[in-house]
């Protein structure tokens, strides 16, 4: 192999001034590997803002696909943008990078305050993401081109190898970046104080390497501007942790009114109740004494109103209890132990086995003065087995364990709707299959199929029926439509010894019943986990 002429290497690494040796207060090989560990500390921050725009935005405005697309998308167009614009700086590489590193710690630091600010007093958040997506790509695309030309200022090598260097340090910090995200500053420090304190660390290693390791390539008043600015952008990161916590009290305030009373990140969904807790008028209902329901929202989404719930659960478990043994029930989902309270209104039923994502809803279930009321202690029930997984793969397991499954009567699918990326695996052909095992002879599956007046609903009918089960889709008014279905068709209506209902009558469900089936939409594609169609 031809090494190349001195000439082409200089090229390659940019005008004079950049190729300049620095003068460092350590040795060059020191100085090399000081260089290499704020490369690695700045990729493993940049990865972190990263991850923090695709999680807020998808708690904020949902479908996860999306969100990541286009935050992952703009952000890389932006970074390519970036290294382009960071040529011009090359001949000040110093001053570029420590300009560049303070900015990308302020805006990265307070990206996920200001979306939170612009979703809870705006109401939206799209044009908010992709600016932030755009100054944080651009910014840490104008990063690489700088540090190369610092690190070959250290010491001089070949071009091929200083890349490869400065991009395994790059690597492997967005690596840590991205691992530390999800299991130490999420579930240690939360979203907002998270990213602040990303950014500090992001400022604290850039200003170092600028301010001392490349200090005397800095006039005085340059070291000087420098340095305020660094400072500034520490304070200001410093006050927004000590603000977060006021901010996002206000912030919740704007989104749930002032009667919010809980509100827990719970390591799976940020979960808020109002309302619901005096004794009083309606008490029984999870009400105030001054007549406020009680109100649940997990991930910002409404779950639970007292104002409505009973509508929605007696219409969701009743019909399926009508007809056939009920003895053993399986709820999945319904952590809240509303759906259960229906379950247990039924004096055959022997055994209820939930199975349910989030410990923290259980927990709050269990324990809320107004939650507790509302579903009349049904966690409590000793009949009640309570399960903390997956839905879909407890069904996996229950179906691969070697032995025959436990069968049940009766299966109550009360999950989040389809439209929800994270939620569309159990609204698939694979999920109703392994559903469809853990049904005994004449048993009964019923899901929450959202509107009937959507493509959406009528694709969960067509799923289900895929599963070799035959349904009788049926409707409320007020966008709540079901799937009952069993493997051979089932009665539908409600047993003559089905306890007083306060929402529903059996001419409702009946003309629901009705209304569904003239709305219906033949011929629509299955859902599957590799060919989703909740999104089409």
């Given at each position: 192999m031809i090494d190349p002429p001195e000439s082409a290497l200089a090229g390659a690494l940019g005008p004079p001034e950049a190729r300049t040796?620095?003068?460092?207060?350590?040795?060059?090989?020191?100085?090399?590997?000081?260089?290499?560990?704020?490369?690695?500390?700045?990729?493993?921050?940049?990865?972190?803002?990263?991850?923090?725009?695709?999680?807020?935005a998808t708690y904020l405005a949902g479908d996860s696909v999306t969100q990541s697309s286009v935050v992952l998308s703009v952000m890389i167009f932006a970074m390519g943008v970036g290294a382009l614009l960071a040529k011009r700086l090359r001949c000040r590489a110093v001053v570029g990078f420590g300009a560049v590193e303070a900015g990308l710690a302020l805006v990265g630091g307070c990206s996920a305050m200001a979306l939170y600010a612009c979703f809870a007093w705006f109401g939206q958040t799209r044009a908010a993401l992709v600016g932030f997506s755009l100054t944080i790509g651009t910014l840490i695309g104008a990063e690489v081109p700088l540090l190369m030309t610092l690190i070959q200022r250290v010491r001089r090598q070949d071009a091929g190898c200083a890349v490869a260097?400065?991009?395994?340090?790059?690597?492997?910090?967005?690596?840590?970046?991205?691992?530390?995200?999800?299991?130490?500053?999420?579930?240690?420090?939360?979203q907002l104080t998270g990213a602040l304190v990303t950014g500090a660390v992001n400022a604290t290693a850039g200003g170092a390497l600028v301010l001392w390791l490349f200090r005397r390539d800095l006039t005085v008043r340059t070291h000087r501007r420098l340095l305020i600015v660094n400072v500034l952008v520490l304070v200001l990161l410093a006050l927004g942790v000590l603000l977060a916590t006021p901010f996002e009290r206000a912030a919740r305030r704007a989104v749930y009114g002032s009667s919010a009373r809980v509100a827990v990140q719970t390591?799976?969904?940020?979960?808020?109740?109002t309302g619901g807790v005096d004794a009083g008028t309606g008490a029984g209902h999870g009400r105030k004494g001054s007549g406020r329901p009680l109100e649940l929202y997990l991930d910002g989404r409404l779950r639970v109103s007292a104002d409505t719930e009973s509508r929605y659960h007696e219409a969701l478990v009743h019909p399926a209890m009508a007809d056939g043994p009920r003895a053993r029930v399986l709820v999945l989902g319904g952590g809240d132990g509303l759906a259960v309270r229906e379950v247990?209104?039924?004096?055959?039923?022997?055994?209820?086995?939930?199975?349910?994502?989030?410990?923290?809803?259980v927990q709050l279930a269990r324990t809320d003065p107004g939650l507790s009321r509302l579903n009349r202690h049904s966690l409590g029930d000793p009949r009640v087995r309570v399960t903390t997984a997956d839905a879909f793969d407890w069904l996996r397991q229950q179906a691969g364990r070697g032995r025959p499954p436990a069968r049940y009567d009766v299966i109550v699918c009360d999950l989040p709707g389809p439209g929800l990326t994270a939620s569309t695996k159990l609204y698939s052909h694979e999920f109703?299959?392994?559903?469809?095992?853990?049904?005994?002879?004449g048993g009964r599956l019923v899901v929450d199929a959202q509107s009937p007046a959507a493509r959406t609903y009528w694709t969960v009918d067509a799923t289900v029926r895929s599963a070799g089960l035959t349904t009788v889709p049926y409707r409320l008014p007020g966008h709540w439509g079901f799937v009952l279905a069993a493997r051979q068709p089932p009665r539908f209506g409600l047993a003559p010894d089905t306890p007083p209902l306060t929402g529903l009558t059996a001419d409702e469900l009946q003309a629901g019943r009705r209304e569904a089936a003239r709305t219906r939409m033949p011929g629509l594609p299955v859902s599957t986990l590799m060919h989703p169609r909740y999104q089409d």
């Open positions: 040796p620095a003068r460092l207060p350590v040795p060059a090989g020191l100085g090399r590997l000081l260089v290499l560990t704020v490369v690695f500390i700045c990729a493993a921050c940049g990865l972190v803002y990263e991850l923090e725009l695709v999680a807020l260097d400065l991009f395994a340090a790059d690597y492997v910090g967005a690596l840590v970046g991205g691992l530390a995200f999800p299991f130490l500053l999420l579930p240690a420090l939360g390591g799976i969904q940020e979960v808020v109740m247990l209104r039924h004096p055959a039923v022997r055994s209820v086995t939930v199975v349910e994502l989030d410990p923290g809803v109703y299959g392994l559903a469809a095992r853990l049904l005994a002879d």
